[in-house]
């Protein structure tokens, strides 16, 4: 110890005694809570995290940095503190308030999968109405559905040595202080800690140099303590890329970007060495694609639906395996028929990051990754980004664009970024809804015959979709080209305000089997398949598909379902990459309507003119390239980095917040190269280091504000 003891009253066995009990406090103080913070970095001990690689450098080094910044605060206190009973009775609070930060930082977990950071925190900026409630009942049921409650354990355990001891003998040991040795505790941390730090930066730049990666790996390997110390004080721990990167000039941001774009009339594909082009051909295109006489452009499929509306249509939380469980499948009826007269992708991944919705529209609107620990729509209003985007480009051919979601308007500040940095129109939200009589308290009567009404805080997707079918064929009428973008709000963690509400009845051989959550969430698809339907057929059996006008669906993202509830659904143990995968894969497809119509017995929707399935791997910042050559929009030299959604060119998928990557043959950890599902493939390090590049290439991008322009315009000077 740093000090020397003075005790009052002897040297009696009982004083003895209690010192004894003061020496074994004070080294479970430091012991419990340093090993507590494998809850956060461990996934054994917490199956919501996806961690790095564990190496005895990493431990050795987060061993330091957690037991320096305990030391630390323990030396400024006991300077004030010197009774042993206050100084137990300050450790033991400070055990219960780094015990309770645990469990919240592992309830961030369970919401976004990764560590938290201060970058991260914007996330918070969102109003809560609707959500906050059942969220905060979820997390707290995680204390007992997940045993969070062993997090406390420190504070347990030292509650308990503070009650058997005689706090009154404690209360007359007193301790006096060496100066001397007190400064050689100060020094003795300075040092622990620099080489704490030293370590992993040196580790950091080798492992997964990105600043979605850093606070995951921050916690492994430089310690939690330090770390959310390090940022709350506001040290610094972004990387600057572009110095990390040696891109000192536009032509160097050139050349490394130009390897990547794809607006080229001839490149060569990194993973299987053939030639492509920005101008698809059927002799590219996947062989079971079929395309109507009336469009057909002999063997080009570029442009074919040029001069046709759009409505883009941003379904929520959906997951493939919703299609893929025979069981939940079944209720999907309308949705099965829309996709047999669609084109559908089979293989499509969301690219999310902390910004998760607003993430997904990101990557669909200008073909770029998300940064993954940040949410660039709030990042806005301190970055004036510049970046090209799919409404930017249909208003320069006098499209109309609009935005359409039923929630509060500065919700992910869409109120700033829609008609800012996108370029829209015009953003149609809640408060438009409710000045135009829309009665949030009384819902929306969405079968008048039953009286039924769908009762939420937001505008109910029944009526999303009535009015962009009512505003659709407005623009129609008078003959003005439209692009619509129509957010739906559910199914949204944790699935409340379904109008059919909580219903057992529906999956009897799940009960007691799988969460409330999750059974709420598989509940829900009969809701989304109503809602399908009714952005073509209204409520009295009606057509309401816009005339001319192209559907483009995607998910934003997966449910979060993490549990174990997919083991019980697909009734087989799936590894932790597995389920991964499973969460990340979310449905999307492309339906041009004809005038010819197929019957499906109460109903008729439009026949297709493209249909097919895309089987390779497939995702949003490659819808947007899709739509710019389908629409053949006036990119001009402007870079662009996806692959064509039609096309047999592959690609691979990246997840931005977990860093996972998904390939046609595989699904793998960027954090853990060494973590692949099926067990029997392998990412090899080139293209382990192909990808990577890339990303850090997007972060340059979405990180410096109007940086996109600087490099499209380096391209066409030096490539042009």
Do not use: C
């Not at 829309?338 to 690219?351: A, D, R, T």
């Not at 390239?625 to 006036?634: D, H, K, S, V, Y």
Request: charged share 20%.
């Amino acid at each position: 110890m740093v000090y020397t003891n003075e005790k009052k009253g002897g040297d009696n066995l009982e004083t003895k005694d209690q010192w004894r009990i003061y020496s074994i406090y004070i080294g479970s103080f430091f012991i419990l809570n340093i090993l507590n913070t494998y809850m956060l970095t461990v996934q054994g001990l917490n199956r919501y995290i996806a961690p790095f690689k564990h190496t005895i450098t990493g431990e050795l080094s987060a061993f330091l940095g957690n037991f320096s910044v305990l030391l630390l605060i323990s030396l400024l206190a006991f300077l004030v503190i010197k009774k042993a009973k206050a100084r137990m009775l300050f450790l033991l609070v400070l055990t219960f308030i780094l015990n309770f930060y645990i469990f919240w930082m592992g309830v961030f977990n369970l919401f976004f999968g990764t560590a938290f950071s201060i970058p991260a925190a914007t996330i918070f900026n969102n109003p809560s109405d609707g959500f906050a409630m059942g969220t905060f009942l979820n997390a707290l049921l995680e204390l007992v559905t997940y045993f969070r409650i062993i997090v406390f354990w420190p504070f347990i355990i030292l509650l308990t040595l503070y009650i058997l001891s005689n706090r009154k003998v404690l209360s007359e040991i007193r301790f006096k202080i060496s100066i001397r040795k007190y400064l050689s505790g100060i020094l003795l941390v300075m040092l622990m800690l620099f080489m704490s730090i030293f370590s992993y930066y040196e580790q950091y730049k080798t492992a997964l140099p990105l600043n979605s990666a850093k606070s995951t790996f921050a916690v492994q390997n430089l310690g939690v303590y330090p770390y959310y110390l390090g940022e709350f004080i506001g040290q610094p721990f972004d990387l600057d890329l572009q110095k990390f990167l040696d891109l000192e000039n536009e032509d160097d941001l050139a050349a490394a970007f130009q390897k990547y774009n794809k607006n080229q009339t001839s490149y060569v594909n990194y993973f299987d060495s053939l030639t492509y082009s920005n101008r698809l051909t059927m002799s590219q295109a996947v062989n079971n694609i079929y395309i109507d006489p009336t469009i057909a452009n002999g063997d080009s499929l570029h442009g074919i639906l040029e001069g046709r509306n759009m409505v883009l249509i941003h379904l929520e939380s959906l997951n493939s395996f919703l299609l893929q469980h025979e069981d939940i499948n079944e209720r999907l009826i309308f949705m099965n028929q829309l996709l047999s007269e669609s084109f559908v992708f089979n293989n499509f991944y969301n690219n999310v990051g902390m910004g998760v919705s607003s993430d997904g529209e990101l990557s669909v609107l200008t073909g770029l990754y998300p940064m993954g620990d940040r949410t660039l729509y709030w990042e806005y209003n301190n970055i004036e980004y510049q970046l090209n985007s799919i409404p930017d480009y249909f208003n320069q051919k006098g499209y109309h664009t609009e935005a359409i979601h039923g929630d509060n308007p500065t919700f992910y500040n869409r109120d700033q970024v829609y008609p800012e940095l996108f370029g829209f129109d015009n953003f149609y939200s809640l408060e438009d809804f409710v000045e135009e009589g829309y009665d949030v308290k009384e819902g929306y009567l969405y079968d008048e015959t039953n009286n039924l009404r769908h009762v939420s805080p937001w505008i109910s997707d029944y009526h999303l979709a009535d009015y962009t079918f009512e505003f659709g064929t407005s623009l129609v009428n008078n003959g003005t080209p439209f692009m619509l973008f129509s957010i739906t709000m559910m199914p949204h963690t944790p699935y409340e305000f379904d109008p059919n509400g909580f219903r057992t009845n529906v999956y009897p051989q799940y009960n007691n089997l799988i969460s409330g959550l999750t059974m709420r969430y598989i509940n829900y698809v009969d809701y989304v398949d109503d809602v399908l339907k009714r952005f073509f057929i209204s409520e009295t059996g009606t057509d309401q598909t816009l005339d001319n006008t192209v559907y483009v669906f995607y998910s934003d993202h997966g449910s979060g379902i993490k549990n174990g509830d997919l083991d019980v659904l697909f009734n087989r143990d799936l590894s932790v990459l597995e389920t991964r995968q499973m969460l990340q894969q979310v449905p999307a497809w492309i339906y041009v309507p004809g005038d010819e119509y197929v019957n499906f017995g109460d109903y008729q929707i439009r026949k297709g003119l493209i249909t097919g399935e895309q089987n390779l791997v497939r995702s949003q910042v490659d819808l947007y390239r899709t739509m710019i050559e389908l629409f053949n929009l006036p990119v001009m030299d402007n870079a662009y980095y996806g692959v064509h959604g039609m096309s047999t060119e592959p690609t691979f998928a990246l997840d931005n917040r977990l860093l996972d990557v998904a390939l046609d043959n595989y699904f793998a950890s960027m954090r853990n190269p060494e973590k692949v599902f099926p067990e029997s493939e392998v990412m090899s390090k080139s293209t382990y280091q192909y990808i990577l590049r890339f990303k850090q290439l997007s972060d340059i991008i979405v990180s410096k504000g109007d940086i996109q322009k600087t490099i499209d315009d380096a391209i066409l000077r030096i490539y042009g």
